[in-house]
């Protein structure tokens, strides 16, 4: 259900919503000084789109073209435009990380699912936008794309977890109109594989990433995730993106959202050891 | 999802300004009327916000320094020892191991002082928490602020659910912690029973009288 909160504090009116979808939870934020029950219409939307999502990219169902492309069923030229899109973007993301995001790489043929998640939470996001809410977040089970402010002259704010099950918060970054994304190691179970080596070892325990496109800050992240501290090497010529990295006990940030990274040595300064909790 | 269902009366209002994010017709059963009950705020913007648990400490990355667009990347980094971990004071509670719980349950209340700072554990609704199971949180309350948060049961239908779990509810407990220093609106990274795990929690936070 969603829910119209107003005035809380004295602070901006909120519409929230939690939907299921997808095997995971995806939460709508949407704030401003006054909202009314039209906010909730354009969630309804939102919920609307995530569920044509499912019906478009689900590799767990039967019955949808990503499916039908897997099993050879069809041919790309097949696929509804919007997953062709979806595929070029794709390619993109794998030429950029130098075939470390890999969606062919997998088992059972194509899945772009490290891609849309985040995608999709950016496509929501700018369909709240594009309805004149301009301050929004959208949450695809840990994926957050941003738009606007939390508050009045605050931008979002944005906790990342701890790789593991430790009870804390490792970071707070503020997203200006971008998306933030987390893959680590407690991922293992899904589906991600490093295609360099056909293993599921990861170099790393997280990988965060902040960063204009919601898409790719997903597959970014994964990639990350296995590429370790080399894939700066490719992550870093992306502008505008900044990465926070969690290696053995110690953090590496770098890029706007994390703050100086002008020489090696201040690079060096701003690295953290991470509490081993 | 129909818009029909969406609703925005008095009651309702008072239920979200006591639940916040929580969608409760949905995600979670409770024994008593939930509405009525508004001043309290959402995860995200704390009415505690005076009452501060000064053993949490904002871990802020980006507090280091001004931003550069310059990203660079060092590949022999000497790392600079620096304490993240979230309490400088006392330890976290450790949270109680996992217990099969019913769908449901009445809260546990414990007695409401009527003046003084409120102190003591104030244990939550047992919430269902979708396909997952039930989860069920006890805060502990020191002179009106939150100073722990933990799960009495959490889902553990099957195996995966119990991976699930096992990262989650951490997950949203240092969300809980943090949020009410820091204003994080949100998290990066998986959780997959939010909704039952924060109407559990507002429950035991309105049965704290905070």
Redesign the interface.
Known sequence: ??????H??G?WD?A?????VWG??V?F?IRDEHLD?SA??VI?DG??FLHQVDRWFSTYRIDTPITALRMGFAELSQMPAIVREVLNRCELVKALTGGVFDPWAVDGGVDPSGFVKGWAADVVADMVVSQGFMNV?I?A????SCRGE??EG?P???????P???????????VVDGA???S?E??R?KHIINPMTGTRDMALR?A?VVGPDGGMADALATALLIAG?PG??W??QL??????LVEG????????????????E??????????A? | ?K?A????TGT??G???T?????????FETTEGLDGLGGL??L????T?AAVDPTVV??????????????????N??????????GNGPK?KATKPPKPAPSSSTPTVEPIPTTGPVNGDFTGVVARA?IYGTVQVQIRVVNGVITDIGTLSYPNKEV?SQ?LS??A???L???AL?AQS??????????????AYKASLQAAIKAAGL
């Open positions: 259900m969603s829910t119209l909160i107003k809380l504090d602070g909120r929230v919503h939690q939907e299921e995971t939870v939460t934020d029950e909730l219409e309804a919920v609307e977040a949450n089970a840990g994926d957050v939390q508050s605050q979002w704010v944005i906790g990342i977890r701890h593991e099950e430790t009870h804390t918060i490792i970071a707070t970054t503020e933030i994304a987390t680590g407690y991922e179970g997280s965060t501290l700066v090497a992550f870093a502008p505008g993106w900044s990465g926070y006990e110690n953090a590496h940030f770098f890029g706007p959202a994390f703050g100086p990274a002008e020489t090696f201040q690079s060096n300064a701003s690295e953290q050891e991470l509490a909790c | 999802m818009r269902l969406f609703v925005s309702a209002l239920l979200a300004a639940l916040g994010y929580a969608p409760a017709s949905q995600s705020g959402s995200g913007t704390p009415t916000a904002k871990p802020s990355a980006s507090a280091t320094g001004s931003p550069t667009a310059i990203p660079t990347y060092d590949p980094p000497t790392p600079t020892p620096v304490d993240t971990k979230p976290p979708g995966e991976q096992a990262s509810i951490p997950l407990r240092s969300e943090a820091a204003n994080i609106s949100s998290v990066s990274g998986a959780s997959y029973t939010s909704s």
